[in-house]
Structures are given as C-alpha cells and as structure tokens.
C-alpha cells in the first residue's frame, strides 16, 4: 500500500501540489489525468524522491519514504523504477547494455562504469528484453529504434531494478497510437502478471479507461477526481478539464481510439540476427 497524506509541493508563492490525500493498494494501475500545470509530475515525483514534499507525507509499507535519506532513499528509488516521456535512454549504448544499466543502483559505481555485469545479470536483462518482445535489437545502438520500441528498453531497464512500483510520466505522449497501445499493453502485461503497482500520468482519456483500474483527475494541483473508468462520465471531465471538456476538438483529442496500421518492422541483418541468438544461447 502506497499512501499519500496531505501531499503539498509550493514552487516560490505556486502551489503546484494541494493537499493530495490518496491510498494505492499493492498491483493497482492508476491513471492520472488532468489539464496541463494540474501538478501530474510534480506528485510523480515527488513519489520516487527526485523532488522534496514541501508538507505531509509518502508512505509505503509504513516507511515515511518521504523522509528517507542516504542508502535508505538509494532503496527506495529503486523500488520505484521511473520512466519518461523521453525515454531518457543512451542513444549510442545498444539496448543490451541500456538494459544493464538498470542495475546501476544496486551495484558499485566502478563495476558499472566498467561494464561488468554478471553472467546472472545479462541473462536477467536478455529475459526482460524477450519480455518486452524486443530481441531482434538487442545489439542495435537505442538511439536507432523506434519510439515504441525504445519506450520498450526503458521499461526492460525498470524491470532490471525489481521495482514494486512503476511510475511512468506520460510514457506514451511521443508516441504514435499504434506504438502507444503496445507499451501501454506491456505496462498492463508487467502489472498484472508480477502485481506490480503502476502510476502513471495519462493525457488521453480513452488510454486511462482502456488501461487502467482506476483514475485520478487533477486540477490547480487538487485530486478532483477519483473513480473507475465507468465513473469517468463527460460530466465528470468536466470537472477535471473545465469547459474545455465540451469543445469538439478537445474531445476528438482526448478521446480518440483511432488505430493506425502498425509501423513495419526495421530490417534485421543476418549478421546482428545471429549475434543475438548467440547472446540468447549464452544466457540461457
Ligand atoms: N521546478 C519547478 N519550479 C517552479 N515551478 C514548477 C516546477 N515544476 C513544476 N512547477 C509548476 O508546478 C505546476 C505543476 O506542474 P507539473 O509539471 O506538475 O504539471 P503537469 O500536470 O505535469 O503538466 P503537463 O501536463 O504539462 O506535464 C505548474 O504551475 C508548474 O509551472
Ligand atoms: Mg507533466
């Protein structure tokens, strides 16, 4: 259980997170929407840490994480994995080796920045590469892929953390709708199959309902809404959007389940074919 209690953030005089009061059972996929400024980040992060509350407190399995520090806090971040619009990966790093670096804080700095990975480690991250069905890149630079496909690394990359929580910002936002709706499935997939709690920020409607258990609306950095995608009415919208939600064109955006064809797949030359099979073989 995750619980949020009186979360506040202020930026100078802004307020950009009020009073947040929230309960987020173990292996729940929430979706958080709500209007650009809403405060959808800031809560992200303040979860994982990479910003400080400012009032109230993060509770995990009773631990205030809010407060932790030093090895402790080292821990936590790595209980929950982060993952972001822009995939943050190391475009000349093949997918491999982007993938390994998910281990980076459980493990010396020199060993890391050395490369050495264990026998156990490699094949940890060539079963979380087949998992997210990217095999045939494995030894691509990232910065070669797909945007789906290098959203699929950074989710491989989380794995490799054993997080018990996945906070995801806008993870599908560069995405094209084909390509979102295979990361927002791996997502799903990875939630259902390990009970693994997944939060992530949403600008689609339709992807929250789709997707997840539950959703949060927020609005000037207050939970306005909190229900099931059946709760999630025009009405309700409303609520989390303002007028907006009535306009025509905010409603083709937000709620469109329009499909394209799936994107081909890039070529695969024999050579790299046969490099990864062996690196498969190896692990294995
Ligand atoms: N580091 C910062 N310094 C000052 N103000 C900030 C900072 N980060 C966020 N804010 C402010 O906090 C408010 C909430 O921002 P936040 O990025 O959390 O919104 P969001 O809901 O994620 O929006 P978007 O949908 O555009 O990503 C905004 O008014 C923003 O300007
Ligand atoms: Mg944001």
Redesign the pocket.
């Given at each position: 259980m995750l619980k949020l209690e009186n979360v506040t953030r202020r930026?100078?005089g802004?307020t950009?997170v009020a009073d947040v009061n929230l309960e987020i059972p173990q292996g729940q996929m929430v979706g958080i929407i709500?209007a650009?400024?809403?405060?959808?980040?800031?809560?992200l992060r303040m979860i994982n840490r990479l910003i400080d509350t400012s009032d109230g407190s993060i509770v995990f399995k009773d631990q205030d994480v809010s407060r932790l520090r030093g090895s402790e806090l080292r821990r936590w971040r790595s209980d929950c994995a982060m993952i972001f619009q822009q995939f943050n990966l190391v475009p000349r790093l093949d997918v491999l080796t982007n993938v390994l670096l998910g281990r980076l804080n459980q493990r010396s700095t020199v060993k890391s920045l050395m490369g050495i990975f264990s026998r156990e480690e490699r094949a940890q991250a060539i079963a979380n590469i087949e998992r997210l069905d990217i095999v045939k890149t494995a030894l691509q630079p990232a910065g070669t892929l797909s945007g789906g496909q290098q959203q699929r690394v950074a989710i491989a990359r989380a794995l490799m953390q054993s997080p018990k929580v996945i906070l995801a910002d806008?993870p599908i936002a560069s995405l094209d709708p084909r390509n979102a709706q295979v990361v927002m499935s791996a997502l799903r997939d990875i939630n259902q199959r390990e009970g693994l709690t997944v939060i992530t920020?949403l600008?689609t409607l339709d992807t929250a309902r789709t997707y997840c258990d539950r959703i949060i609306g927020?609005q000037g950095?207050r939970v306005v809404f909190d229900g099931t995608p059946a709760d999630l009415t025009q009405a309700a919208a409303r609520r989390i959007y303002g007028a907006e939600a009535d306009d025509e064109s905010f409603s083709e955006a937000v709620t469109s389940t329009a499909l394209e064809q799936p994107a081909p797949e890039a070529p695969v030359s024999p050579q790299v074919a046969r490099q990864v099979a062996k690196l498969v073989a190896d692990a294995q």
């Open positions: 930026f100078g802004n950009a709500g650009s400024g809403a405060g959808k980040s800031t809560l806008e920020n600008h927020m950095g």
